[in-house]
């Protein structure tokens, strides 16, 4: 679908200086309409040099170690509709992030991704407007029929003729007939984002000496300015080179480590960016203007129950057990604040998030006559992430930390294992806990007869379940019960393994065992 189209929207209102939201597109070229107000993309493209306005090709970018910048003087001359991350300008190739007003362009640089869909992703924003001079006008893209502003949701349908397009959601709006007075084919429905790009009717690509031109940015240096515009929303690419260096890439995690200086040495820092992030995500679950129900538990404390829309996103985690802090910030009486426990995340039953307040249900000062202008904001702890760090250094000065056998096999050098004496249990599932299925006893088999034991499997497969029971035969049947203890890491994300537990016995022999599910694939 090549040309320049128009949009003929009921929003649509031409000689308009505010955005526009059309989601109906007549693909005629708009220069054929409507030649005065043209922008004649083809000729500003190849006139216009990338990164500056006017300025010829002189002082375009030096390479450094991958990243190819433009001066910093003429950087300050870009526009402001240029990319965020390579610069490019072109009105028809650049869209604007709804979320944070940046705006960035369709081409991909080193990426796999187009540059706005990376954008998009990474940062999980999801609405975009076209720009001003761009062929269709400054356009919001939303859906015809609902008006959601999701690009992911968003396709398009050729209506009424071959020259007019509609935009609808997949779902519900391109799944059901059409209920405004026009009939499209939603049969003929198709993404907006097709390989990780928009389409070119709606974004076009730049062209091969812009894109040249443009400043090149590795995947790692985008990561890197998504990660800097989360605390510094105005931080640009020459924030990126100032802090390199600063922000070394990780020592990589080794098979095999001469001593536990040299594990704590890469492990160590490995925790520390998994607590940053961890306290980062968690941070931003931050989120005004809830909707309170009180009630008073069982126990007699103030229980306080609200929708967290962000979780309903998608964008936060919440998990039992969490801690909130609860505060009232409107008009009808002195400001207050609480610290609870998460006691209910959304279910099935209900969307509600219930968090059960420190305060007892006789404490006066919870604003329990009010219901609206409260936030919550989410309190991170580093206790687990502290104790990892503890029991790494522990592992590196404590020679008696561990068995000679467990120390050598954490640090990957080969070592035979020494038999273990424990007694099988006649009956592996325990008290409290549910019955356990082949998988859990043949795991809670292994563990109890070998050294050293690495439990895997998908989350909410039963690992804890079976770690709990491991826990219970070796304290029951074994001489360890006073020494025992669990260590649960959940390293995955920052080692790239695919492991979720791992479970070993401290001042006893560690015990291995693969645990495989039908279908598992961590
Ligand atoms: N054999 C079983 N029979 C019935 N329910 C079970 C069994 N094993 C585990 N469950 C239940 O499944 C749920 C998830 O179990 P568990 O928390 O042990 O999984 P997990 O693998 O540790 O989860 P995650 O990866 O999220 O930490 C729990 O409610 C637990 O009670």
């Not at 610069?87 to 991909?108: D, E, N, Q, Y």
């Amino acid at each position: 679908m090549d040309g320049s189209f128009t949009h003929l929207g009921n929003h649509f209102d031409d000689t308009a200086s505010t955005i526009e939201t059309s989601s109906v597109f007549d693909l005629k070229a708009r220069r054929h309409d409507d030649d005065d107000e043209t922008v004649d993309e083809t000729l500003s493209l190849a006139s216009v040099p990338v990164g500056r306005t006017g300025m010829g090709d002189r002082n375009y970018g030096e390479e450094t170690d991958g990243l190819s910048t433009l001066d910093p003087e003429m950087e300050t001359e870009l526009p402001s509709h240029a990319c965020a991350y390579c610069g490019i300008h072109s009105a028809s190739s650049v869209v604007k992030c709804l979320a944070c007003s940046k705006w960035f362009c369709s081409a991909r640089g080193n990426t796999s991704s187009s540059h706005i869909i990376n954008h998009l992703v990474r940062a999980r924003h999801k609405e975009v407007s076209l720009h001003p001079q761009s062929p269709l006008g400054e356009t919001t893209l939303e859906c015809y029929n609902c008006g959601t502003k999701n690009v992911f949701l968003l396709g398009f349908i050729p209506a009424k003729s071959d020259t007019v397009v509609v935009l609808l959601c997949r779902q519900p709006c391109a799944a059901m007939p059409s209920n405004k007075d026009m009939n499209w084919d939603t049969s003929r429905w198709q993404p907006l984002i097709e390989d990780r790009s928009f389409l070119p009717w709606l974004v076009s690509t730049p062209g091969d000496a812009e894109q040249l031109r443009a400043r090149h940015l590795s995947p790692q240096m985008i990561g890197k300015l998504e990660e800097l515009w989360k605390d510094n929303a105005n931080a640009t690419v020459a924030d990126l080179e100032k802090g390199a260096g600063v922000d070394d890439e990780p020592a990589p995690v080794l098979l095999r480590y001469d001593d536990a200086y040299q594990y704590q040495n890469v492990f160590g820092p490995l925790v520390k960016i998994e607590a940053d992030y961890d306290r980062k995500l968690k941070e931003s679950q931050s989120q005004d203007n809830l909707i309170v129900r009180w009630d008073i538990g069982l126990n007699n404390k103030h229980l306080a129950s609200f929708v967290l829309p962000k979780l309903e996103l998608g964008d936060v985690k919440l998990a039992v057990g969490d801690e909130m802090r609860l505060r009232y910030v409107g008009e009808l009486r002195a400001h207050w604040e609480g610290v609870g426990y998460v006691i209910k995340i959304p279910n099935n039953q209900s969307d509600e998030v219930t968090l059960e307040l420190r305060r007892n249900g006789g404490d006066k000062s919870v604003p329990t006559e009010c219901t609206i202008a409260f936030c919550a904001d989410y309190v991170w702890k580093a206790t687990s992430f502290d104790r990892m760090q503890l029991a790494m250094k522990s592992f590196a000065v404590d020679e008696m930390s561990v068995s000679g056998y467990i120390y050598h096999r954490l640090l990957g050098h080969s070592v035979a294992a020494a038999p273990l004496k424990t007694s099988m249990p006649r009956r592996f599932s325990v008290p409290g806990l549910p019955e356990l299925n082949v998988s859990q006893v043949h795991a809670v088999k292994s563990v109890l007869s070998k050294p050293l034991s690495l439990i895997q499997g998908p989350p909410g497969t039963g690992k804890t379940v079976t770690s709990a029971t491991i826990v219970y035969h070796l304290a029951k049947f074994t001489a360890l019960g006073s020494k025992l203890s669990v260590l649960q890491l959940n390293p995955a994300r920052m080692l790239n393994l695919k492991f979720h537990s791992f479970l070993y016995t401290s001042r006893s022999a560690l015990t291995t065992a693969t645990w495989s599910w039908p279908n598992s694939h961590n």
